[in-house]
């Protein structure tokens, strides 16, 4: 997990989207997906931004206007010359991909004091033991530091989240 310290939501999803960039998608593709995304997820009366989608232009010319449109407007997001708007935060981070898109969502839930919690997929009797002793630490903490008992609870509630996780894929399987 990387460390982005106080930067703000916006430098977080820049930097994981360059990255992504760098890492060898384009630019350009990067803005397709960021649109496709925006119109997928966002209703057609809730939308607020300045992206198109280019197959609602019968003529290939339009339809190549409103990707070029689209395409200077991420541009713009990406080098920071305007902030990311709220409405494309969830449309971004879909656009990121696999361990671009897991890093940049620990990152920005770090920001906002969340814990990451860990993917495991084998929820096995050690683990559910280690859930089991720390709701006892959590317990013991209680009576003697009830600060301490907070952070464990915390901790706690990570752990139990990836639990649920593990067990839900189990049950799918």
């Known amino acids: 997990m990387s460390n982005f310290g106080h930067n703000t939501e916006g430098e977080i999803l820049r930097a994981w989207a360059w990255r992504q960039i760098e890492g060898g998608q384009t630019q350009s593709s990067f803005a397709c997906a960021l649109a496709d995304a925006y119109l997928k997820h966002t209703p057609d009366g809730s939308r607020t931004l ?17 990707t070029t449109s689209n395409r200077k407007n991420v541009e713009r997001w990406l080098k920071g010359s305007q902030p990311i708007p709220a409405d494309l935060v969830y ?11 897991d890093g940049c969502l620990s990152d920005l839930f770090g920001r906002y004091g ?5 993917d495991d ?8 033991g280690k859930m089991m002793s720390a709701m006892g630490n959590i317990a013991q903490d209680l009576v003697s530091s009830p600060a301490q008992a907070v952070g464990n609870i915390r901790q706690l509630r990570a752990g ?3 639990l649920e996780i593990a067990i839900n894929k189990g049950l799918a399987a």
């Open 91 to 101: 449309a971004w981070t879909q656009t990121l991909l696999g361990g671009y898109r």
């Open 114 to 118: 969340l814990l990451p919690v860990e």
């Open 160 to 162: 139990l989240a990836g």
């Open 50 to 66: 300045p992206l198109e989608n280019p197959d609602d232009y019968p003529l290939d010319a339009d339809s190549a206007r409103a």
């Open 121 to 128: 997929t084998s929820p096995d009797t050690a683990t559910i």
